[in-house]
Structures are given as C-alpha cells and as structure tokens.
C-alpha cells in the first residue's frame, strides 16, 4: 500500500511532490514519459512569468508564492550539494513584460488591475508609447510594461529537473515511464492500474491518497473515478512557433536595436487573437530563438496522443509569422518575410475550465460525495507556469488535510481554486470575478 501516489511529473505534479517530501510525507510520483520530459503542457524552455494584478488577484499571489518557494527550494538543493550550484537565474530571466490592449479592454478591465499596484510598471498610448517605449501604437491601444524581479520568463524545463532531484533527496520516489490506465476508489484506499511504457507489463497498486496532475490526460486518468470531469475540463491544442532573425540581417542590428528587442519580450496582447512571444532560448551563434503563437486559437482535440503531431495548417503558421513580423514593426525593426526563419514548430496541448480559471481542489466521486483522499491539480490553461509551486503548496495542503494558512490571501486563493472547483459540479460558475 503506497501512501500518497501522484499522477503527473509536468510542473504541477512535480511541484505537489515535492512539496508533500517536504513536509515529510511519503509520496511516490508514477510519470508515463521516460526521464526525458519531450512532450506535455509544460514542454519547452520558456513561460511568462508576470505578477500584475491588484492586491488581492489570486494568480499574482501563486506567482509570488511560486518565486518565494523555489528560493526555497533553491536553498534545500544547495545545502545538499557541496557548490553552490544551483540559482534563481537558472529558473527566472528578468525582463519587462509588455501587456498590449485596446483602450476599451484597458478602461473596462485592467483600470481595476493597476488601480493598487507600486510604481514598477508603465503604461504608454499614442506618442508617449513610443517616448517611454520606443514602440509605434494604433491609436486606440495601450501598451502597459511591468518591471519586477523575476516577471520576465520562467524555464518549465529547468524547474522540473531542479524540483525531481529534490523530491529524491527529500525521499521521495519517482517511477518512469509509468502510465496509469485505471483510478478506481475500493472502500478506503485506491486501485490504480498501471502499465509499463517499455514493456507493456501491467501492474495493480494501491494508495491511500492520490493526487492528479495528468495535464492534458487528466479527464482519461479520471474516466472511471469520476466520469462527469470531461464537462469540467477540456483538453485544447495550441500552435506556436520558433523564430530566428537571419543571419544576414542580424548581424545589421545595431547594438541599440538589438537591445531594443530585448525588452520588448516577452510581450502578450489581448487584443484579437490574443498573440503572444517571448525569447524561448538563445542558439549556438548568439542568436535569440523566439517563440510566438496565438492563445485564442485554440483547436479541440480527437485523439490525444497524436494531436502532439498533427501537421498545422499553413494559414496558422503564416498568420504567427505576419504577427511576429508586425510586432516587430511596432518596435521601427523592419523585417522583410526572408528575415524571418521558422526554425521549428510545435503541438501544445493544455486542459482548460470553461472560465479558465485552474483547479486545486477534492472532488466528488461519480456518486456525488466529496472525496478528501484525492485531489486534482488541472485546467491550468495558459496560465498554470508561473504559479506552478502556488498550486503545488494548495494541493499538499489540501491532500495532507492540513489546517489552512492563516493569511487571508492563501485562504481566498484556495477558495478561488477549490471550492470553485466544486461548485462547477453543481452550479453554474460566475463569470468575471477573479482576474
Ligand atoms: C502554448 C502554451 C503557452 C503557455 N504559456 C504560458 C505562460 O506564458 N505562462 C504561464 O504561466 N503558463 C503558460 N502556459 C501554461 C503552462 O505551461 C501549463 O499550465 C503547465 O505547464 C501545466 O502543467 P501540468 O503539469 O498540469 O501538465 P503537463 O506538463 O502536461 O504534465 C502532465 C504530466 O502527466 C503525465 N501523464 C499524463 N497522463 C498520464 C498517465 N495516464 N499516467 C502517468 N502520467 C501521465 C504527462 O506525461 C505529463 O508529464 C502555457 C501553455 C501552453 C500550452
């Protein structure tokens, strides 16, 4: 009998497990990849780190508590270790974050957003955009730029490695290449079948608590448990695509425009199609590899192990590209469409709530109670990244049965991710409250 089995080793799986070896408990973490992470919602070297949001948003606090978590985790590996090796610079690149809206989106919503924040962000319309920013804006947008330690990117990939070896000192297990086929409740403890990847051998074991963090795979892993969650969550795919100035051109950039680039990524615009791009990594000659797409073009999935390698229809990989090219016209960088080489692209797949707002929470069985010995950490959407070790510090507590955190915040934050979570089941959820 295993006493906590988690079942997921993305960024939320990993971050619950390792916060419940933290805190002592004995988990094991069962993942169907084997130690190389090469697909899942949190594939890749790149996710937008941001924490605007007036003083009670519910993601900039995970955001927050994320940072202050992985110093900690930071610390715990260091200490471990005879160098210090390990640094917050290996997770978090600091850079501006651009947020673009329409003037309509930015009086309606985010007046609300800046309303409370401190002086470390700047917002810029018309002429002023481009005095403060160097950037040429339609008239009706407004750029806003936050400046804060670690908003900038944060690298999934880095994290994942960093928290795994940490999960294995504390005493944790993790078991590859592990897919869990069937999550059955038999009176107090789980059924869990289990098939191994490489040998196609299956094995039946049983856990006391279990905590789900499938991603994309989350509604097939609760099929039999609790059947109803494909109406809570849905899987979707994303489309994005990797950028590189060519050679020639590159080299044309002054110093000035160059940095110029450099701090106008990672950017994300609400308007339209909701496009976004960041610096996912730096190549062997010292150019930047970027990463664009567009949040609101989303497609529903069939079949979900092969939608990681359907081939995109070209209209999309060409609108990225007119995207990616227009922003950087607004920078006055102009590129001509042979500056602009797509070295890559890639299928990602996410699970999303119907007001995209995550769960960390217990759910009820497929007969209608709550059950406290299971929790889900899903429907992360395109937000999950930057709050993974919030959630993370939520669903331990949650599994473990531990009282709340006394601060109002972690209370309201867990409200806003569980016992919405439960209320979808139930009632319809409310639109609009939470930023
Ligand atoms: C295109 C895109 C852009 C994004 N941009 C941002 C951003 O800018 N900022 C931000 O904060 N967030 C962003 N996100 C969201 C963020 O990346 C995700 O919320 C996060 O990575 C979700 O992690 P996860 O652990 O839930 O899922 P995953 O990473 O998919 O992890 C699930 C794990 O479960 C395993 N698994 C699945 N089924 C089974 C099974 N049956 N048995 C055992 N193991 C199983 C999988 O192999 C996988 O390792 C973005 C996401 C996408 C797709």
Known sequence: MENIIVIGGGLMGSSVAWKLAEQGAKVTLLEKQGQNFDHGSSYGASRISRSLGPKKDVFSYVHNRTVKEV??????????????????????????VSYLYTRDQYDQIDKLRYKKQKNDYRRGSGDSAFRKF???????????????????????????????????????KIVFNQKVTKLVKKEDYFEIEVSNTESSKTKTIQAKKVVVAAGPYTVEVLKDFAPYFNRIITPKRVLVSYFKIAKKRYEKLSEKELKHIIAAQPMFSQIGKEYFSMIEKWDEDGRPIFKAGGHKIRHNIVDLDNAWHLIPRKKELKWIKKEFRKYFESLEIHLMKKDIERVDYCNCLYSMTRTEVPLV???????GSVDKNIVVIGGMSGVGAKGCLGYGTIGANLILGNPEEPSKIYRRVAKAFGNYGVRLYTRKPRRGRLF
């Open 71 to 96: 110093k900690k985790l930071l610390t715990f590996l260091n200490k471990k270790g005879k160098k210090q090796a390990h640094k917050m610079e290996d997770i978090y690149s600091t850079s501006p």
């Open 361 to 367: 929470t217990h759910i009820y069985n497929q007969y």
């Open 134 to 172: 160097g950037v040429t804006l339609k008239p009706d947008q407004v750029l806003v730029r936050e400046f804060r330690e670690h908003s900038g990117t944060l690298d999934p990939h880095e994290l994942i490695q960093k928290l795994r070896l940490a999960i294995g000192l504390k005493g944790g």
